[in-house]
């Protein structure tokens, strides 16, 4: 996933706790998820207009 290994994912987490906070990351986590999925689902429908 995005070339991303353990260590590095536990670092963005760490510094997503402290930026963010522990109260709002679970709202964020939960957009950004949607907008991921919004995203693959998009790409998935563009590349079957181009088929």
């Not at 963010?20 to 207009?49: F, H, R």
Request: aromatic share 4%.
């Amino acid at each position: 996933m995005f070339g991303l290994g353990t260590s590095e994912l536990l670092v963005v987490l760490a510094l997503a706790l402290i930026f963010i906070g522990p109260e709002k990351l679970p709202q964020i986590a939960t957009t950004l998820g949607q907008a991921v999925k919004k995203l693959k689902e998009a790409i998935d429908d563009i590349k079957s207009e181009i088929k």
